[in-house]
C-alpha cells in the first residue's frame, strides 16, 4: 500500500517519458499501444487496491518522509487517499484504458507521441485525486490542462483542431491563476498548504473576507474546467475537434474532476470556517447547477453536429452534479458519485459511437448523416440505448444517481430539484434520441429554422472509408455502455458511495487522520441508503417516454400545426440568441468568465454573513 | 506590512486581463496571460516578504534570525516552470496558425461557433 500511492501516478509519467525518449529510435506501433496499455491498466489496479484500502480510513503517503509531528505544522507534500479520490482515479484509468484500445485501430498515422500524451495526462489526473495539497492541486491541474490543450489539437494542421485548442487553453489558464491567486490568499492567512492543516487552522474562526475571495477565486477557477454555466463556453470547441478517444476523456472524467475539486477544497479548507453560511452557499451553488443543467440541455437540444451535441450534454449533467455536491449532504454527494460512474460508461460509449461515423462517413453532422447509418445497425442499437440512459432510464446508472440526488434534494427541501433534473434529461435524452432517428433510420428533414447555424465539415480522423467495423472500435463502446448498466444494477455499490462521502465530508475526522493528531475520532457513522420505491422506477420510466416524445416531435417539426408553431418562434429566438453567445473567440469566453466570477462575488457580498 | 505589492498584484492581473479581452492578435493574447501569471508571483513574493528578513539561508547565522517564507519562493519558483510549459504550448499553437493560414487574427481562424 505505501508504494501503490506514489506509483499510481508517477508509473504513467514515467512510461511517457520513456516512450518520448525513445521515439527518436522509431518505436514500432503495436510496442507503443502494448506498452501503454499495459500501463494504464497497471495504473487502475493501483489505484483499486488504494480504493479497497481506503474504504476504512484514509490513506495518507508523505513524500519523502515529511511527514507532521503530533500537534505540529504539516509542512511536507502528501497524498491523502480516499475512497472518492481513489474512486475518481480508477475511473481515469478505466477510461485511458478504453481510449488506448479504441485507438489500437483509430489513426493509423499516430506515432508514439500520442501514447505519450495520453499517459501524461493519466498520470496528472490520478495525481490531481490523490493529492492531500492544495498547491499540488493547482500543479496538477496544470499539467493535467496542458496533456488536455495538446490532445484537444491533435490534428493541429486543420483550422478548427486550431482554435478548439487554443480557445480551451486561453480560459482554462485563466482559470489556473484565479485558482493560484486565491491558494495565495488562503496560503497568507493560514500559514499552510495541506489542505487538512489549512481546514484545522481556520476551524472555529468566523468567515472574514479574505477567506471568503480565497473559496470564491478557487470555486471560479475549478469551475472553468467543469464547464459551469457562464464559464463552460470552451467546451463544445474543444469537443468537436479533440480526437474521439480524447473526448471520451475530457467528458467521462477531465470536468468531474474539476468538481470533485471544489467538493474536495470546500470540506476540506473550508468547511469548517463556512459553516455558519453553508446553507447560503447551498443555495447559490445549486442555482448555479441548475442554470447550467438547463442551459446545457437547450443548447445540447439545437446542435446537429454530433460531437458538439453530446459535448453540451456533458455540460447539462456537470450542472447536475454540481447540484448533488452542493448539496452539502453525504447521500447528494454519493448519488453524484454513482451519477458520475455510470454517466462516464454511457457518454464515452456515445462518443465511440460518433467516432464510428465519423471514421466510416467523414462527417459527424446529423443532417448529412441523415439515413446512412442505416449500415451499421449495431452501433444505431448502442447510440439509441445510450441515448435512452441519458435520459436517466431504468436500470442505468444515471437513473439511480439522479433518483439519490433527488432524494437528497427533497430532504434539504428543495424539492424543485426533480423537475429541474427531469427536464434537462429529457431534453438531453431527446436530443440523442432525434439523433439516433435521424442517423440511423433516416426519418426526418434537413435544415431548417430550428438548426439556426451550419457549421463547416470536418475532416475524418482516418481518411479512408472503412467497410467493416474492427472489434477494437466496437468492443470498447459495448462494454462502456454495460458498465454505466451495472452501475445501476450492481447491489450495494450505492451505500459503498455513501459511505464513502460521509468519510469525505467529514472535515474532522479527515483532518485527525493526516495530521495524525493521536486521539482518532471514530469513523464517520454511515447513514443507511434509502431504498428505491416503485415511483422512483415509475419516474425513471417517464422520463425515458418524456425524451422519445421529444425526439419524435422534433423529427417531425413539420406536421406541427403553424398555429403552434408561431407561438413558439420567440423560444427558438431565445435559443438563437443564446447561440450566439458561443462565438467562438476566446475573449469573449474570458470576458464571460469574468462576468461569472463578478456575479459569484456579487452573491457572496450579500449572501454570506462576513 | 505594506499594501504597495498586493496593489501591483491587482494592477497587473487587471491589466491583464483586460489585454486578453481586448486582444485581436494571438501572441498579444498569450503574452498576456504571461502579465496575469506575473500578478501571481507578485502577490506569492508579497505574502512572503517580511521587513528587515533576510534570505532563508541558515549557513552562517543563528538560527532565530528573520527570514523571508521560503516557502512562497518554492512555490513562485514551481509557477514558473510550470506556466512555462503552458506558455510553449500556447505559442507553439499560435506558430501553428501563422505557418498554416498565414494570420494571427482569431476572427480569421473560427470556423466554430454556435
Known amino acids: 500500500m505505501t508504494l501503490a500511492a506514489p506509483l499510481a501516478p508517477t508509473l504513467p509519467l514515467i512510461v511517457a517519458a520513456a516512450l518520448a525518449g ?35 480510513g484514509p490513506i495518507v503517503y508523505w513524500f519523502g518522509g515529511w511527514r507532521p509531528l503530533p500537534h505540529g505544522i504539516a509542512i511536507g507534500v502528501g497524498f491523502s487517499i480516499d475512497p472518492v479520490g ?26 508514439a507521441l500520442f501514447h505519450t500524451l495520453l499517459l501524461v495526462f493519466l498520470g496528472a489526473m490520478v495525481a490531481f485525486s490523490l493529492t492531500g495539497d492544495l498547491f499540488d492541486l493547482f500543479v496538477f491541474f496544470e499539467l493535467m490542462s496542458v496533456g488536455a490543450f495538446v490532445l484537444a489539437g491533435y490534428r493541429v494542421e486543420e483550422r478548427g483542431p486550431l482554435q478548439g485548442a487554443l480557445n480551451f487553453g486561453v480560459t482554462n489558464t485563466v482559470a489556473a491563476f484565479m485558482i493560484l491567486w486565491g491558494i495565495g490568499l488562503i ?59 480524447v473526448c471520451i476523456l475530457f467528458s467521462g472524467v477531465m470536468i468531474e474532476l474539476g468538481l470533485y475539486a471544489i467538493a474536495r477544497v470546500y470540506w476540506m479548507c473550508f468547511s469548517g470556517v463556512l459553516h455558519v453560511d453553508a446553507g447560503e452557499v447551498r443555495l447559490m451553488l445549486v442555482v448555479i447547477g441548475s442554470i447550467t443543467a438547463l442551459v446545457g ?62 471514421n466510416h462517413f467523414g462527417t459527424v453532422d446529423e443532417v448529412r448523416l441523415q439515413g446512412r447509418g442505416r449500415r451499421l445497425p449495431l452501433v444505431g442499437i448502442l447510440y439509441g440505448t445510450g441515448g435512452l440512459a441519458l435520459a436517466a432510464a431504468p436500470p442505468f446508472g444515471t437513473f439511480l444517481g439522479g433518483d439519490v440526488i433527488s432524494t437528497a434534494a427533497d430532504r434539504v427541501g428543495y424539492s424543485w430539484i426533480a423537475v429541474v433534473t427531469l427536464a434537462s434529461a429529457i431534453l438531453v435524452g431527446g436530443a440523442v434520441l432525434r439523433s439516433a432517428v435521424v442517423v440511423f433510420v433516416g426519418t426526418g428533414r434537413g435544415f431548417d429554422a430550428f438548426y439556426s447555424t451550419r457549421l463547416g465539415d470536418e475532416e475524418p480522423e482516418e481518411p479512408e472509408v472503412r467497410r467493416r467495423l474492427p472489434v477494437f472500435m466496437i468492443a470498447p463502446a459495448i462494454l462502456l455502455l454495460v458498465s454505466g448498466a451495472v452501475v445501476g444494477l450492481l447491489p450495494g455499490l450505492a451505500s459503498h458511495a455513501l459511505q464513502a462521502a460521509a468519510m469525505f465530508e467529514d472535515r474532522s475526522y479527515l483532518a485527525a487522520s493526516v495530521l495524525a493528531t493521536g486521539a482518532h475520532p471514530p469513523s464517520p457513522s454511515s447513514p443507511a441508503m434509502p431504498a428505491l420505491a416503485l415511483s422512483d422506477l415509475y419516474h425513471g420510466v417517464g422520463s425515458a417516454l418524456g425524451a422519445l416524445l421529444v425526439a419524435l416531435v422534433a423529427i417531425h417539426r413539420a406536421r406541427i400545426p403553424r398555429i403552434i408553431r408561431s407561438a413558439a418562434a420567440p423560444l427558438l429566438t431565445a435559443v438563437h440568441g443564446l ?19 463578478a456575479c459569484v462575488a456579487i452573491a457572496f457580498t450579500f449572501g454570506l454573513h462576513l | 506590512m505594506s499594501y504597495l505589492p498586493y496593489a501591483v498584484a491587482i494592477w497587473l492581473l487587471v491589466v491583464g ?46 538560527l532565530r534570525t528573520p527570514a523571508v517564507d521560503p516557502v512562497v519562493q518554492a512555490l513562485c519558483l514551481t509557477d514558473v516552470v510550470v506556466e512555462a510549459t503552458v506558455m510553449a504550448v500556447l505559442l507553439a499553437l499560435c506558430v501553428q496558425a501563422h505557418k498554416r493560414f498565414g494570420s494571427l487574427d482569431p476572427e480569421r481562424l473560427r470556423p466554430l461557433k454556435g
Not at chain 1, 503495436?30 to 481506503?54: H, K
Not at chain 2, 500578478?39 to 547565522?61: E, H, K, W
Open chain 1, 22 to 56: 525513445a521515439r527518436s529510435f522509431g518505436v514500432p506501433r503495436r510496442v507503443a499501444d502494448t506498452l501503454a496499455i499495459a500501463t494504464s491498466v497497471t495504473t487502475t489496479a493501483l489505484s483499486s487496491s488504494l480504493l479497497i484500502g481506503s474504504t476504512h
Open chain 1, 86 to 111: 481513489a474512486g475518481l482515479a480508477v475511473l481515469a484509468g478505466t477510461l485511458v484504458t478504453c481510449s488506448l484500445v479504441y485507438s489500437w485501430h483509430y489513426f493509423e498515422d499516430v506515432e
Open chain 1, 187 to 245: 496560503y497568507g492567512r493560514t500559514g499552510a498548504l495541506n489542505m487538512a492543516q489549512i481546514g484545522q487552522t481556520l476551524a472555529g474562526r468566523p468567515p472574514d473576507a479574505l477567506v471568503a475571495a480565497s473559496f470564491l477565486l478557487i470555486t471560479c477557477g475549478f469551475f472553468v474546467k467543469a464547464a459551469i454555466f457562464p464559464f463552460h463556453f470552451w467546451i463544445a470547441d474543444t469537443h468537436a475537434v479533440a480526437p474521439t478517444p
Open chain 1, 297 to 358: 440541455a437547450v443548447m445540447c437540444f439545437a446542435q446537429h453536429h454530433l460531437k458538439r451535441l453530446l459535448a453540451f450534454s456533458s455540460m447539462s449533467h456537470t450542472g447536475i452534479f454540481l447540484i448533488g455536491i452542493s448539496l452539502l449532504s453525504p447521500l447528494g454527494l454519493a448519488g453524484t458519485a454513482v451519477y458520475v460512474l455510470g454517466h462516464a460508461g454511457v457518454k464515452a460509449a456515445l462518443f465511440l459511437c460518433v467516432g464510428i461515423l465519423l
Open chain 1, 579 to 597: 447561440r450566439t453567445l458561443q462565438s467562438g473567440d476566446a475573449s469573449d469566453y474570458v470576458t464571460w468568465i469574468m462576468v461569472g466570477a
Open chain 2, 17 to 62: 486581463l483586460y489585454g486578453v479581452i481586448s486582444s485581436r492578435n494571438l501572441i498579444h493574447m498569450v503574452v498576456c496571460l504571461g502579465v496575469v501569471q506575473s500578478s501571481t508571483y507578485m502577490l506569492l513574493l508579497g505574502v512572503g516578504y517580511r521587513f528587515g528578513a533576510g534570505a532563508p539561508i541558515y549557513y552562517d547565522v543563528p
